[in-house]
């Protein structure tokens, strides 16, 4: 008994060591895992190998062109080790047929996959769907090979294919192998200073022609706040299904831009609405409206008050709006329903109302290009004398002739029956978004104390109440307070006045007392003023970054701050004027002494909404000046 269980141990060990040196990392795997760490230091994966391999079908029984996607990779842990997450979405135009992980031997690898509705805190419902497996690489060098066929039952919804990965990637191919009976383009996108080999060769047997395109040393995609979306910044390709001649007969695919609109305007040839239930709500918002504009504003901001925007994504729903009386009997909507409450509420209202397709500026491209990555945002145009005015309801507190930073100066496709019309959002000037603060504060002991005033106008207004009217009523003071205080236990406000908080025409004001604790100190017959209690842009900095910062609008803020001086004291000496003034932005910190009163002036302007990277380490120069202005103090003499 004894010798038999031994014996049984020693074999099981001996299976195990075996098992264990078909897939443990070699000498020159651990030694490979650290010289890409050292190149990689953020990474804890590297993709050593990946191949995208991608075919071309057609379905008969639905006349659809579909779209064969097989991805092999080889995954490496090149740090102590690692737990990832390998994911794959799919949907109701789309299937993953193998999705499997395997060993360096070529074993499957016994790890649970999930597959499970994929959620979102912006989606109410969707059909997407999302299979994932948690990975386990134990030691440094540890192997795993990835692989997925995926199948898309139709090429529209198949739209681009990128290099990069979350991960560094060391060898990548991507290869499209085209039947002679399909017209597809490859719009090679952002490939400019990238090594992107292209080869192709033709298989006159099987009549197809393959593009393979390789690209090695990929660094991994950057996980930077505010950068501009993925289309701008990394190299990939558009696929474009242009038509197919299936049986010497030609299926035109999307081979232009009118192709785009033909196929979304069959969608709202689809839909029913039914306006009988609107037209009470209707005639109530326009019945005592001075002005045609005045029932329009009605209109568009009962929605944006009344309608709550929840994204909702369905298969065809994606693209399809909802009928408008059901997003006026639910009170919610997503973007396309919304914009088809509006235009439905609008032509009762006897205008000329249209839903408008627009890609918001988190995307590059335009509408020369004739596909479904063009736009993902849909508002309702008006026409109205002569002019075109752009509703979104999705947008809180905004008012009629403002656009929110993210659709201006980008391409919009309104419905115009069986045709369409490109017209582009207007750009506002900064201006336009300008917020102020003005304060006259006297020094009293240790602190600062007197009256101060803020304004809003434009996107500094809309955002200012969309984050007011976020609280909960019993916490809005509270919330406002402290936010009036920046926060700052040494600030004190009270005595709060402003203007109506929810109106969109005027702007907002809001007046306070403030009182500012730990600001003057005494030594002989010196007092030491810390006159900064605003810090503005105090924290705005950028370490090592290398995308463009997106602001969420163009920014405008002019501040003018008066100290009286106590009498019988003079300032030893006034700052040194911060001036810089760039392409991208503008800073002025100015002081000026008038009579008793120091002038203390800060104008900080981001005219584009974006700062370039080329521009943040000037920035950076000027940022580590205001930074010691702010920590700075003055000496007050007596005089």
């Known amino acids: 008994m004894h010798t038999k269980f031994t014996l049984l141990l020693t074999f099981c060990f001996c299976f195990t060591s075996f098992s264990q040196k078909n897939i443990d990392p070699t000498p020159s795997d651990i030694e490979l895992a650290k010289s890409i760490r050292s190149k990689h230091d953020k990474s804890d994966i590297a993709i050593l190998e990946s191949t995208e391999s991608i075919s ?49 031997n070529d074993k499957l690898a016994t790890f649970r996959v999930e597959d499970e509705f994929y959620k979102d805190n912006d989606l109410f419902y969707n059909d997407a769907r ?55 383009e490859l719009k090679e996108m952002n490939f400019k200073d990238h090594p992107i080999l292209k080869t192709q060769t033709t298989d006159s047997k099987k009549n197809t022609t393959t593009i393979t395109y390789e690209f090695n040393d990929i660094p991994a995609l950057l996980n930077e706040v505010n950068s501009p979306g993925r289309s701008y910044l990394y190299p990939h390709i558009l696929i474009i299904a242009k038509s197919a001649e299936i049986n010497d007969k030609k299926i035109t695919l999307f081979n232009a831009t009118s192709d785009l609109y033909a196929w979304y305007h069959s969608l709202i040839k689809q839909m029913n609405n039914d306006v009988e239930p609107l037209k009470v709500k209707v005639n109530e918002l326009t019945s005592n409206a001075k002005t045609d504009e005045d029932k329009i504003k009605n209109i568009y901001y009962w929605v944006q008050d009344n309608i709550r925007y929840i ?24 973007c396309k329903g919304m914009a088809n409450l509006i235009k439905q509420m609008l032509i009762i209202a006897g205008f000329d109302a249209r839903l408008t397709w627009i ?14 990555s063009v736009d ?25 002739n403002e656009y929110a ?127 900064e209690f605003m810090n503005e842009y105090k924290k705005f900095f950028f370490k090592d970054r290398k995308t463009d910062y997106e602001f969420d609008y163009k920014t405008y803020f002019d ?81």
Not at 377 to 386: D, E, L, P, R
């Open 559 to 639: 501040s003018e701050i008066t100290i009286v001086l106590p009498v019988g004291y003079k300032i030893e000496k006034i700052p040194t004027n911060i001036i810089d003034k760039q392409e991208d932005y503008q800073v002025e910190i100015t002081f000026s002494l008038k009579g008793n009163e120091l002038v203390y002036r800060k104008l900080f302007v981001f005219n584009k909404a974006i700062m370039h990277q080329q521009q943040q380490e000037i920035w950076n120069t000027t940022h580590k000046k205001i930074t010691e202005l702010y920590n700075s103090t003055l000496t007050l003499l007596k005089s």
């Open 405 to 531: 930073e993210r659709i201006q100066n980008k391409e919009a496709m309104i419905e115009n029956g069986d045709s369409f019309i490109i017209s582009k959002v207007p750009a506002v000037d900064v201006s336009q978004n300008k917020e102020t603060f003005r304060a006259k504060l006297v020094m009293d002991g240790e602190k600062l104390k007197g009256n101060c005033k803020q304004t809003y106008l434009g996107e500094s207004r809309t955002e200012f109440q969309n984050i007011y009217h976020s609280f909960e009523t019993n916490r809005k003071q509270e919330a406002l307070e402290g936010y009036l205080a920046k926060n700052d236990k040494n600030n004190h406000v009270t005595n709060i006045k402003t203007s109506d908080l929810k109106s969109r025409e005027e702007a907002l004001t809001i007046d306070y007392q403030l009182e500012s604790e730990n600001r003057v100190s005494t030594f002989d017959d010196e007092l030491y003023l810390s006159f």
């Open 376 to 400: 993902n945002h849909m508002i309702c145009t008006v026409m109205y004398k002569g002019k075109q005015l752009f509703l979104d309801g999705t947008e809180k507190n905004i008012s009629l």
């Open 56 to 104: 071309f079908g057609y379905n008969k029984s639905t006349s659809s062109v579909t779209v064969n996607l097989s991805v092999d990779e080889s995954l490496m842990n090149i740090n102590h080790r690692a737990d990832i997450f390998k994911y794959e979405f799919y949907d109701s135009s789309s299937k993953i047929e193998n999705f499997t992980i395997k060993y360096r």
């Open 130 to 184: 999302v299979k994932h497996v948690k990975i386990d690489f134990p030691v440094q060098g540890y192997t795993y090979n990835y692989h997925v066929d995926k199948k898309f039952e139709d090429v529209k919804y198949f739209t681009s294919v990128y290099f990069s990965d979350e991960y560094p990637v060391l060898k990548k191919k991507v290869i499209f192998t085209i039947p002679s009976w399909l017209n597809v």
């Open 359 to 372: 890609g918001t500026r988190h995307i590059a491209y335009n509408y020369s290009i004739p596909s479904l």
């Open 311 to 334: 994204a909702f994504e369905d298969g065809i729903a994606g693209f399809k709006p909802d009928d408008a009386q059901n997003v006026y009997q639910k009170r919610y909507g997503d």
